[in-house]
């Protein structure tokens, strides 16, 4: 399976969802749960609202994108189908209005299957979405309800069964090993009936626990156990073993497709596209800048209510005072340096099966990886944790050097 990168000047557009029935014991990411209707209402209103500010003349950030194909958007959470599928089409329709959408437009939605119908599922398909992403993690009930989960494995396979009837022919399932209590045995079971629902995609990533999260308390305290890191290797290994097995390709770290159904979007991220983040705590990257939309409901809700405020909040810039009100307030706008690009792009690119494309990498930087990272390289080469392919076009980790790829990147950056 070949994988291009994508060179036109297509935008990819992320919309954040920041709502949730009920926080997983291991979830650290900017959702919350208790939304009202109304609230729910009034945040898709603000992200209208956003969606019209990058459609209008502003300033060079708006001009540059104002008007651009979009060939990927991705609408994620939180928990995206706890929004009425009018709400969905009001997004898409305003995407449409203000940028240049065509049918090829991968539009993928997240959902979560215990709140997903064949109705909703019906319905967002005939709004435009064509990728489905549900957040299935397992399929036994001990696991499931371990990681808080609201979703029986009857709901996973319904959701499927659902969205196959409304038409979807590009599902993805997120499944998660190292769960408290999993074990080789019950992984490789989820697997298998992850497999026999026939995704097109699977993501499959390990529990991380976060300071701060109930898990993080319950680990601390011995509450809860994780398998031990060999095991958890191990699954990894079964994981990608059994994903080989069954006709996938593992063209990231912890994501495998069939052919030709990686998922757009996120081969933006790991190719330095642009991409423009919509919403609540929504990141941005545009014209080499990194944009951090405001982490606050309040401050969001004010600063997409207010429009001429958010052409001030352009303004404002990543580390100014923590006083200046901007910064709490407001979009955050950081230029990333020629090097910090180049950094970033070398720590996404090894997390892709086939590596740095070296001359993609020149193209943009005017310079090959080795002529920034070359003593660093040539030790990692050494050590067998780095590799070209046939025809030294990419610079990839080995299976050796993906079990180590922190210490890689370390040893890198100090080179
Ligand atoms: S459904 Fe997803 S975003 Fe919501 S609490 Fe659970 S893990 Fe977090």
Same mark, same amino acid.
């Given at each position: 399976?070949?994988?291009?990168? @994508?060179?036109?000047? =297509?935008?990819?557009?992320?919309?954040?969802i920041?709502?949730c029935?009920?926080?997983?014991?291991?979830?650290?990411?900017?959702?919350f749960?208790?939304?009202?209707?109304?609230?729910?209402?009034?945040?898709?209103?603000?992200l209208?609202?956003?969606?019209?500010?990058?459609?209008?003349?502003?300033?060079?950030?708006a001009?540059?994108?104002?008007?651009?194909?979009?060939?990927?958007?991705?609408?994620?959470?939180?928990?995206?189908?706890?929004?009425?599928?009018?709400?969905?089409?009001?997004?898409?329709?305003?995407?449409?209005?203000?940028?240049?959408?065509?049918t =090829?437009?991968?539009?993928?939605?997240?959902?979560?299957?215990?709140?997903i119908?064949?109705?909703?599922?019906?319905?967002?398909?005939?709004?435009?979405v064509?990728?489905?992403?549900?957040?299935?993690?397992?399929?036994?009930?001990?696991?499931?309800?371990?990681?808080?989960?609201?979703?029986?494995a009857?709901d996973?396979?319904?959701?499927?069964?659902?969205?196959?009837?409304?038409?979807f022919?590009?599902?993805?399932?997120?499944?998660?090993?190292?769960?408290?209590?999993?074990?080789?045995?019950t992984?490789?079971?989820?697997?298998?009936?992850?497999?026999?629902?026939?995704?097109?995609?699977l993501?499959?990533?390990?529990?991380?626990?976060?300071?701060?999260t109930?898990f993080?308390a319950?680990?601390?305290?011995?509450?809860?156990?994780?398998?031990?890191?060999?095991?958890?290797?191990q699954?990894?290994?079964?994981?990608?073993?059994?994903?080989?097995? @069954?006709?996938?390709?593992?063209?990231?770290?912890?994501?495998?497709a069939?052919?030709?159904?990686?998922?757009?979007?996120?081969?933006?991220?790991?190719?330095?596209?642009?991409?423009?983040?919509?919403?609540?705590? =929504?990141?941005?990257?545009?014209?080499?800048?990194?944009?951090?939309?405001?982490?606050?409901?309040?401050?969001?809700?004010?600063?997409?209510?207010?429009?001429?405020?958010v052409?001030?909040?352009?303004?404002?810039?990543?580390?100014?005072?923590?006083?200046?009100?901007?910064?709490?307030?407001?979009?955050?706008?950081?230029?990333?340096?020629? =090097?910090?690009?180049?950094?970033?792009?070398?720590?996404?690119?090894?997390?892709l099966?086939?590596?740095?494309?070296?001359?993609h990498?020149? @193209?943009?930087?005017?310079?090959?990886?080795?002529?920034?990272?070359?003593?660093?390289?040539?030790?990692?080469?050494?050590?067998?944790?780095?590799?070209?392919?046939?025809?030294?076009?990419?610079?990839?980790l080995?299976?050796?050097?993906?079990?180590l790829?922190?210490?890689?990147?370390?040893?890198?950056?100090?080179?």
């Open positions: 399976m070949t994988i291009t990168s @994508n060179a036109s000047n =297509a935008l990819g557009i992320y919309i954040h920041p709502f029935i009920q926080k997983c014991g291991y979830c650290d990411f900017l959702s749960t208790g939304s009202s209707r109304g609230d729910r209402k009034r945040y898709v209103d603000g209208l609202e956003e969606i019209l500010y990058w459609g209008g003349e502003h300033d060079e950030l001009d540059s994108l104002r008007g651009r194909p979009v060939d990927t958007i991705f609408i994620g959470g939180g928990t995206p189908s706890l929004l009425e599928a009018s709400e969905i089409d009001r997004l898409l329709g305003a995407l449409a209005r203000n940028f240049k959408l065509n =090829a437009t991968e539009i993928t939605i997240e959902a979560n299957p215990g709140t119908n064949r109705e909703q599922t019906a319905s967002y398909r005939s709004a435009g064509n990728r489905l992403s549900l957040g299935a993690q397992s399929f036994y009930a001990n696991e499931l309800m371990i990681l808080g989960r609201v979703h029986s009857a996973v396979r319904q959701a499927v069964a659902d969205s196959r009837a409304a038409g022919d590009n599902i993805n399932l997120d499944l998660m090993f190292g769960i408290p209590g999993q074990s080789l045995k992984w490789g079971d989820t697997l298998e009936q992850a497999f026999s629902l026939q995704p097109e995609h993501s499959f990533y390990s529990l991380e626990i976060e300071d701060g109930p993080g319950a680990f601390a305290t011995g509450q809860l156990q994780a398998p031990c890191p060999e095991t958890e290797r699954m990894y290994y079964e994981a990608r073993w059994r994903l080989e097995s @069954n006709g996938f390709e593992v063209y990231e770290i912890s994501n495998a069939r052919s030709g159904r990686q998922c757009r979007h996120n081969l933006k991220y790991w190719t330095m596209q642009e991409y423009l983040g919509i919403g609540l705590g =929504a990141h941005s990257y545009i014209g080499r800048n990194r944009l951090v939309n405001p982490t606050e409901m309040s401050a969001y809700l004010a600063m997409v209510e207010q429009p001429d405020a052409g001030e909040a352009m303004t404002a810039v990543r580390g100014s005072p923590a006083t200046d009100k901007k910064t709490q307030d407001y979009r955050m706008r950081q230029p990333n340096t020629e =090097a910090d690009d180049q950094s970033d792009y070398l720590f996404t690119g090894l997390r099966t086939r590596g740095l494309e070296r001359a990498f020149h @193209n943009r930087y005017s310079v090959y990886p080795e002529d920034i990272w070359g003593a660093g390289i040539r030790r990692q080469l050494a050590l067998g944790r780095l590799e070209y392919d046939a025809d030294r076009s990419c610079l990839r080995t299976m050796k050097g993906r079990d790829m922190n210490q890689v990147l370390l040893d890198l950056f100090d080179s």
